[in-house]
């Protein structure tokens, strides 16, 4: 015990002379109530996985930071509890799979995007693009980049080449992208050269993109055209070959071929008088089509 009285006494030597046994020792100053809800919070969200909870916590702790009268005496607590608040925050909602709220949300706490902490802004970036949504970030990290406090910060080049993977490119901001690499001081001489190759691949692959595209579509309707006249020329060539065949027939003999396939067609008895009429018509069919055949135009000119 005394060992334990001597050590925790050293640090203050230096300060407030020897204690005397007779003097109170100051108690710790209590915690802000949002350092409280924080850690509440935190608690809801890791170990019960309450992510309701832990967001209507979070919401009560930003209520406890606007009308704590002591949080602008602990600045430098308020702005390091201000940013885990919104990391939690974030997280819950992504958990509920209302991500798409997640950038309104932070933003009723940091009306100015660019006073947004960049571990809040990266966690934005790293979310709506993996949701396949970066252009809801685009204005607000491209604000952040361009103001020149935050330019000094040691987080800048992360979030500058962040920005360009995962935002600028994607979205086809190729004259962005190129504005960024070229005036910003994040960007080492070999990571700028790096980052325009890429623009410069990015560029060519969307300038390829909508020839490829009708290269890739206009044969199709060739290849279909072609394989229509295709089988037009097949049947064609079918139905000239039955007419040859038909016509180089004898003629009693297609009289006879074509009645065979009446009765199999038609089907009816040829020895009823109710078809009687019938081939009564189609003798007369036959006649008139022998007459136009062997009339005198195509009968062959005989020479003496």
Request: include cysteine.
């Amino acid at each position: 015990m005394k060992s334990d009285s001597v050590t925790s006494a050293a640090p203050l030597r230096g300060l407030v002379g020897p204690l005397r046994s007779s003097e109170p020792v100051p108690a710790a100053p209590a915690p802000l109530p949002a350092v409280v809800l924080l850690e509440e919070a935190a608690d809801l969200l890791v170990v019960h996985l309450d992510f309701r909870a832990a967001l209507e916590t979070c919401e009560r702790a930003w209520r406890s930071l606007a009308s704590d009268a002591h949080a602008e005496e602990h600045a430098g607590i308020s702005l390091e509890v201000k940013c885990s608040l919104c990391v939690v925050g974030i997280q819950a909602l992504a958990e509920m799979d209302r991500w798409q709220e997640v950038l309104t949300w932070v933003l009723q706490y940091y009306p100015v995007p660019e006073e947004l902490p960049p571990k809040v802004l990266e966690l934005c970036v790293l979310l709506y693009s993996k949701m396949q949504a970066p252009g809801a970030v685009l204005d607000v990290v491209s604000a952040w980049l361009k103001d020149a406090d935050n330019q000094s910060l040691p987080e800048y080049r992360a979030l500058a080449g962040l920005h360009l993977q995962r935002v600028l490119l994607p979205l086809g901001c190729l004259s962005e992208a190129e504005e960024l690499v070229a005036d910003s001081v994040a960007f080492s001489e070999e990571q700028r050269l790096d980052a325009l190759q890429a623009i410069s691949m990015a560029r060519q692959q969307k300038t390829h993109e909508h020839p490829g595209s009708e290269d890739t579509e206009k044969p199709s309707q060739p290849d279909s055209s072609h394989k229509f006249l295709s089988l037009l020329g097949l049947i064609r060539q079918l139905w000239d070959s039955t007419v040859t065949h038909v016509f180089s027939l004898p003629f009693k003999k297609t009289i006879l071929a074509a009645l065979i396939l009446c009765l199999l067609v038609v089907r009816f008895d040829p020895a009823s008088p109710s078809s009687l009429p019938f081939l009564y018509k189609l003798a007369q069919i036959f006649h008139r089509i022998r007459e136009a055949v062997f009339s005198p135009l195509y009968r062959i000119p005989v020479q003496d």
